[in-house]
């Protein structure tokens, strides 16, 4: 069974900080790469930020270089979504994701989803 598991949403002011963590089981884990995504109200799903497997390699939405990072703890099974200087237009549902490639960086390479975060900034 592949489960996806996201915590650490919330609301926070504008220029405010959130971790988002994303607890997986050991199967969908190990030699996959891990991605965050997010959804505005009425707007498609959209790519935020996606590790390696090894967490070697990152990538980012242009939107959130230099504010938001990704890590895995391969060891426990969970990755994390630092996000730091956050501005009204992030407020969205967060959704971590699970590919089953060692690096995958667009949204149709994903095929397990966890149920969502909502984070909401302030102005």
């Known amino acids: 069974q592949v489960q996806l598991v996201e915590s650490g949403g919330g609301l926070v002011q504008a220029g405010g900080s959130l971790r988002l963590s994303c607890a997986a089981s050991?199967?969908?884990?190990?030699?996959?790469?891990m991605g965050w995504f997010l959804q505005a109200p009425g707007k498609e799903r959209e790519f935020v930020a996606a590790?390696?497997?090894?967490?070697?390699?990152?990538e980012y939405a242009d939107s959130v270089k230099g504010r938001f990072t990704i890590s895995r703890d391969n060891a426990k099974n969970t990755i994390y979504l630092q996000m730091n200087s956050l501005k009204p237009e992030d407020t969205a549902v967060y959704y971590c994701?699970?590919?089953?490639?060692?690096?995958?960086?667009?949204?149709?390479?994903?095929?397990?989803w966890g149920q969502g975060t909502q984070v909401t900034v302030s102005s």
């Open positions: 994701a699970a590919s089953p490639y060692g690096s995958a960086w667009y949204l149709a390479q994903y095929d397990y």
């Open positions: 050991r199967r969908t884990f190990s030699g996959n790469a």
């Open positions: 590790i390696s497997w090894s967490g070697g390699n990152s």
